[in-house]
């Protein structure tokens, strides 16, 4: 495979940045898959734009919007089968909503409560979003080996960012996709920055596709703002892994439109002229062009979708805002199966203090 | 060839082995008695291990359940959290404690929290096998004893065994178990004694201490390799009119101080023994936790017998590093003469 | 803008700096200095560091000294290890003692042992900065206290600031000392207090532990963030008629031992008090020493208050985790009623 | 650089295994320099031999043999300038000899003696050799961001094995020689086996070399088995780097003919004939055959130069044999710079220890 430039090719893309068609869609993107797929983009950025809101107002805590890789993640989540396994990163929310977690579970986890991740139905056994950077992508390799030792036809999708790319395990992961040959799909979000580092201090290479090369597996670029050409790259890579024809790296380049997270000011480091071209590319505005350009999206279609989404994002809001507490032990009791006896011991002084804590706000507190 | 083991294995046969060699018997156990088990790590195939630990098990079970991976620790604890996360087993080892660096992120930030973060939707049942500590003249960084490090992290069972007997019951029970074992093997003693072992795949309680010699008038509390010394010098303070309780801690974490306590308000004096490193090390939990609950009936302070603050020598000198049964006897004493 | 002070540092400016602006200001202190001296990390530049302790530092010192490494900690570690041995004075920063992780390899296995393994024809002057503790309700990962870990690893110190001036004083010892230090900025109060510094390059000890208030009555052992609930402890006890003194560890290895045995020598009873979770960390080993060295001035047990053996809860109950003043005044009330 | 398969082309050499020439030899390499490498690995060659020896016999640890390796060893030892700095794995004996680390000093190292790391001369700035697997090469990166920041005309060489590649800090201390333009030249002993692990599972990609797409830096392969596509390879490389062009990946293409370590039985895991159709590779085999055949090597100096290297060998194998130990307590004494209160304590600890074992030696031993 290293023979042939093939596999990096220049990006790959279909609709461009002025919504003009660059060659035919694939099989299986039609109107409706563009409708759905513009559909799912906008109530993404409603939720994104709702989470900044909420964190702003002291009712979320640090949240990294996905403004701008919408595209990305609604490819991915539409490429995938029910069965693959989707082993996120922490911009994944489009594809996390496409799986069947709620929005309502994606705010409580950047809320800071755990049963965000308590997700059911098709995604009961995808991976939460993982904080330190690259780890999850040998996760996803060791889901891989075991869909591949049991024989079934399914594959994993795992995510990661560029920043991600300087990781030791991101490349020791994708080395053992290329030697084991396994059903993985790694996507590298190229949004150029990682917090303040640009997309150039952190490797030497052209591309990040490229880095492909260096462990044996299909590697590809594609443009991360078209999402008919995320789509059909990942599919294709699906269906090849599944095929048990091995993983690839696809790197979908894009842009953070938004500061790193809610803790960040990304005007200390970056041009406001270079994020204002970036919204040239706008994976969103794009897609509204083409289906207003070719007659299959109207001004009313567009305010009943936003109607939709508002409320959607609202009612999701509200649930979150309204969600009980989770029980004060809850941190305890599943570090383990069971609770082991010092824990039951610490569970037990939890909820002495807590007693304690309570009785002195009745009366003269002299808590923290 | 160990291979041929199989069948007698099946028939529940007694099996006259070594500490490794019963390591090798539990994983054989396991990969028969539960398809989900896979063993994987570097030179575990053909080679058998280093230490010979999954001698045979390619030939028995196979390439997909006896796995060779790339030479790359994260990777290999990484890999395993992901195979553990859907319902394999996996008992991954790494070849000497010393390369175990390099997976500690992966078992204290996503081993150990994995059950917890989703709160039980998925989990991790994997083991992290490797052998441990000084002793047998292995060039640096093969002599660790960093057991400390991973008793530290919530969410990991730290596991040591000092007998054929123990290797077998634990380790079973820690492939078995619903979360993730850091499994511990005391290289010195992996060929030291032989014992009979009845392949019944009994496993062996992980929340407890082992009592392997009772007395009364001091306890001595040891884990691991070190347990062959701290038995000597319980035999020779034995000849020596003292009578001493030999507590094998076994799982390091989380820690059965019951059993300890119990001992140490019973002889009022208590040695640790621990070859790693003197500071910050096991037996600093064990001996503050004593201190904590059994003040009382402290007639003398407890004292640790340890390594040095430093790292452990290239092997001309690491005798001098590792403590002795003269300095066990020696600390006894001492408890002896005080109070 | 920062970048403007440096001039201002020559004249021996007194600044009144908060801990994470006098982290900057020893930084800027140090590089100026040295020319040997650089600091790296992830977005240390331009931007600043995400909490800005190296604000400024790129634009005085420029792109050679101030450097953004890509994102690896193993390599900020290991790249950190080759520099000092030719004789750099790197000062890196881990973003978030979290992601730290990674590194422990490169920090256990050679910058620790560099000048040991060639017997001082080698040597690794480095520092590794991290922000690290919990309450700031920062997503997972972003909460950590393993300083235990570290101190567990010979030929490192470990020095942690709970002001602005000792933050300034010792991380100007810790990148002037002749070995590598990882050096933990307790990120919950770098904006809690100002204080005036005078930059006047002076370091402070990095063997010694800080009394920061006399008392008879018992002793109260922390670090790091905690020193701040300790001292409102002791001010409360003060109101209920107990007097503490409050010893700040600052470095906690190697550990200066001899101040805390004198003070609970003197008082008899002792509470250790630790963020990080209970089992296996600085507190224990403390508490043990104690134990050893000083049982028979002991009038009490003494007491640990610490977090859980659980991982830090995401934000929403991080509050439920953390231990708080009323914790501390109620372990010292327990001290104070035994014996 | 991605655009060019020329980085990674077929291997690299000039004299084969049968000792005919090639290709023209390069500049700098003539029948002096010929003899010159030929004689360091016959030297080379005969320190492994008795380091096995000594093992065998008690006298030493584990030893890593090199045999089969030395042109790699010695076309880097030979390529490299005073002031380049070495930072070596485990079987970079011949370097070392060559850099005036001295035979005994190699033979203490793995007598388990840290004075062996006692380095002087050319080397007193070289590394010892690591022994976790890959994570020098970050020390060799460091080293050589030391250097470029003080704007010397110096350069690194940074070795590991094959094996070594699959680990994620080498890729990582790569990946920064390529963003940083390092001057570092990193050689991959591809000696086909990682202990019992071959080649061909530590990764899907056809070479080693290729990796260095993946980083951004040159990349090539050279017959390791010949000691001047080594030299010709490292000298244009450090030149290159020297002149701040950047970094270059060497993967070495060699075979490892003994076991892994004297520990080793390799005869568990590999076909005797595969190694012995490697010996028809013999590096020294192919040199002596050149030489002889190009009327450059006698019978006569052949024998001259089997008895000094012996009695060279000789000589640093009873020096070794005869060094005084270390003082007890300097396991302690270099932890710091200056021996800490808590170490003070653990000294006087063990020299009491050490007077009691002594007393006890004399009198009915109760030691361990
Ligand atoms: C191992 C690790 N190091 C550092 C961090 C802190 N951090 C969070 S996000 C980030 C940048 C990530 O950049 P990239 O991979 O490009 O993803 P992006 O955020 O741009 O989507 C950093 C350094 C972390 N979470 N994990
Ligand atoms: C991090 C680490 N893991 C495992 C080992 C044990 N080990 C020593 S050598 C070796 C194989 C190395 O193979 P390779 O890199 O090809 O070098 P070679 O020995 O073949 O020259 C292994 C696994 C180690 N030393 N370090
Ligand atoms: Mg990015
Ligand atoms: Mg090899």
């Known amino acids: ?20 068609t660059r060659q035919p869609l694939p099989a299986g993107v039609d109107v409706a898959w563009l409708q759905a797929s513009y559909q799912h983009m906008v109530r993404i950025r409603q939720l994104d734009k709702k989470a900044v809101a909420l964190q702003r107002t002291g009712q979320m805590h640090t949240y990294p919007p996905c403004l701008g890789q919408e595209a990305i993640g609604t490819g991915i989540g539409l490429a995938m089968q029910d069965d693959d396994i989707l082993v996120p990163y922490y911009r994944d929310q489009a594809t996390q909503v496409l799986r069947g977690v709620t929005m309502q579970q994606v705010l409580q986890v950047w809320g800071g409560d755990e ?10 056994r995808d991976f939460p979003n993982s904080v330190p950077i690259g780890t999850q992508m040998s996760h996803a390799a060791g889901i891989a080996a075991a869909m591949k030792s049991r024989g079934v036809r399914q594959a994993v999708v795992a995510n990661c960012g560029d920043g991600a790319t300087s990781r030791g395990d991101v490349y020791e992961a994708l080395n053992l996709v290329g030697v084991w040959q396994l059903p993985m799909v790694a996507v590298v979000n190229n949004n150029q920055w990682a917090i303040s580092v640009p997309r150039s201090l952190q490797t030497g290479t052209r591309t990040l596709a490229e880095k492909a090369l260096a462990v044996g597996i299909e590697g590809l670029q594609v443009d991360g703002n078209d999402v008919v050409a995320v789509f059909h790259a990942v599919r294709t890579a699906l269906a090849r892994a599944r095929r048990g024809k091995g993983g690839t790296l696809i790197e979908a380049v894009s842009y953070r439109l938004s500061d790193h997270t809610t803790a960040d000011d990304a005007t200390r480091y970056r041009d406001a002229a270079e994020v204002s071209r970036a919204w040239d590319y706008d994976p969103v505005k794009r897609l509204q062009t083409w289906l207003h350009a070719s007659g299959h999206w109207t001004p009313a279609q567009e305010q009943a979708l936003l109607a939709t989404v508002k409320k ?25 199966a069971e609770m082991t006896p010092p824990l039951l011991a610490q569970r037990d002084r939890l909820l002495i203090r807590l007693a304690r804590d309570a009785a002195a706000q009745g009366g003269d507190s002299h808590g923290q | 060839m160990a291979s041929n083991r199989r069948a007698t294995c099946k028939d529940l046969q007694t099996h006259d082995v070594t500490l490794v060699e019963a390591v090798n018997l539990a994983l054989r156990r396991a990969l028969i008695d539960d398809p989900d088990v896979v063993v994987l790590g570097e030179d575990v195939g053909t080679n058998g291990g280093v230490f010979r630990a999954t001698l045979g098990l390619r030939e028995a079970f196979g390439y997909k359940r006896v796995i060779d991976t790339p030479l790359a620790e994260a990777l290999i604890a990484g890999i395993s959290v992901g195979m553990a996360s859907q319902g394999l087993r996996p008992v991954a080892e790494i070849q000497f404690m010393g390369f175990i660096n390099s997976a500690v992120e992966q078992m204290l930030c996503h081993a150990g929290r994995l059950r917890n973060r989703t709160r039980g939707r998925l989990s991790c049942p994997m083991v992290l096998r490797a052998p441990f500590g000084g002793g047998i003249h292995a060039p640096e960084h093969h002599s ?61 309680p992980l929340d407890t201490c082992f009592t392997l010699r009772q007395g009364k008038d001091l306890t001595l509390v040891a884990w691991g390799a070190m347990i062959h010394e701290t038995l000597l010098a319980a035999r020779e303070l034995a ?72 790292p452990m020598p290239y092997p001309s000198n690491e005798s001098l590093y590792m403590p002795s049964t003269a300095d066990i006897v020696e600390a006894a004493r001492a408890t002896l003469e005080t109070a």
Not at chain 1, 313 to 336: M, R, T
Not at chain 2, 163 to 174: C, E, I, K, N
Not at chain 2, 278 to 300: D, K
């Open chain 2, 144 to 204: 660790e004893s960093t057991e400390a490090m991973f008793a530290h992290m919530p969410g990991l069972r730290v596991v040591i065994p000092s007998s054929p007997t123990r290797a077998y019951g634990l380790l079973l029970s820690s492939i078995r178990d619903p979360d993730p074992v850091v499994f511990l093997e005391p290289k010195r003693i992996y060929r030291l004694v032989r014992q009979q072992i009845e392949d019944d795949g009994q496993g062996l």
């Open chain 1, 115 to 124: 049963r965000g991740n308590l997700f059911t139905g098709v995604a009961a």
């Open chain 1, 312 to 336: 959607e994002v609202d009612e999701a809001v509200s649930a979150y805002l309204n969600e009980p507490p989770q029980a004060p032990d809850d941190f305890i009791a599943y570090v383990f």
């Open chain 1, 1 to 20: 495979m290293f023979d042939s430039l093939d596999q990096v090719p220049g990006k790959l893309g279909f609709i461009d940045a002025q919504g003009n």
């Open chain 2, 239 to 310: 000849q020596q009119g003292v009578d001493a309780e030999v507590i094998d801690v076994a799982t390091i974490s989380p820690l059965d101080m019951a059993t300890i306590l119990r001992s140490v308000e019973k002889t009022g004096r208590c040695v640790v023994i621990q070859e790693a490193a003197r500071s910050f090390g096991v037996g600093s939990e064990i001996s503050a936790r004593i201190g904590e609950e059994a003040l009382l009936y402290l007639r003398s302070p407890v004292q640790r017998v340890t390594g040095y603050d430093t």
